[in-house]
């Protein structure tokens, strides 16, 4: 049962607009939200993160949005750049000393020039 | 500086042996952890360690899998009679410290096939 639902395995933006990528949560023990981003034979590379006491995060292009009641999360990337493409990962960590990162099945970006 | 580096990169194998993975961290990062990611999945948590010792092993999927990290450094995780299921990208990461939000930082995965 995925804890952590990336719905959209895929998603196509043009260069300089908006890229919009969710991201659904089930478990409410789940305090900690991360973005990674994640190139062809690479290891995920980390992005942005959002505490769960917090509705927004903001890092130069990369924005997070957590809605704790809706258990839902948004990366905006604005402007979007060919750059960006690549699969990008949610990932939730329980709170406590839980270590373990739950992860989504990724969305996978395509910013055509 | 040097990132988390893994060896090998590529490891094919034939079901029953055994086959080891091994990890080296970020310099000074005392927290240690083994990810595998199937295809099509995101990654899968297997173990995590504090310096040498196992903090949460829950993930391992069963008793042929096994990882090591005796002098807290470098890690390596052990496969015995391999099956065809166990084919993946194993991944490593590395954070400075155990504390809930340290980043973790991954290297580039071994990519494990079984035939």
């Known amino acids: 049962d995925q804890q952590v639902k990336q719905n959209s395995p895929s998603l196509s933006v043009q260069e300089g607009r908006i890229s919009i990528l969710n991201c659904d949560y089930t478990?409410?023990?789940?305090?900690?939200f991360l973005w990674y981003k994640k190139y062809p034979a690479e290891g995920p590379t980390f992005l942005i993160s959002?505490?769960?006491i917090k509705d927004k995060n903001e890092d130069g292009r990369f924005t997070v949005f957590l809605n704790k009641s809706a258990k839902h999360l948004s990366l905006h990337i604005v402007p979007s750049q060919p750059g960006d493409s690549a699969v990008y990962f949610c990932?939730?960590?329980?709170?406590?000393?839980?270590?373990?990162?739950?992860w989504g099945l990724g969305t996978s970006l395509a910013v055509n020039p | 500086g040097a990132g988390v580096s893994q060896t090998p990169s590529n490891k094919v194998t034939e079901k029953g042996k055994y086959v080891e993975l091994r990890c080296d961290p970020i310099s000074g990062h005392t927290a240690l952890y083994w990810y595998r990611q199937s295809l099509g999945q995101g990654p899968e948590f297997l173990i995590y360690f504090q310096g040498t010792g196992a903090a949460d092993d829950s993930g391992l999927p069963n008793d042929r899998f096994f990882a090591v990290r005796p002098e807290g450094s470098v890690s390596t995780l052990k496969i015995q009679r391999t099956e065809r299921g166990d084919s993946a990208v194993y991944l490593c990461a590395s954070s400075l410290s155990s504390t809930s939000t340290d980043t973790q930082y991954f290297g580039p995965g071994t990519r494990l096939t079984v035939l």
């Open positions: 990932a939730a960590l329980g709170a406590g000393n839980n270590r373990k990162l739950i």
């Open positions: 959002i505490s769960s």
């Open positions: 478990n409410s023990m789940f305090d900690y």
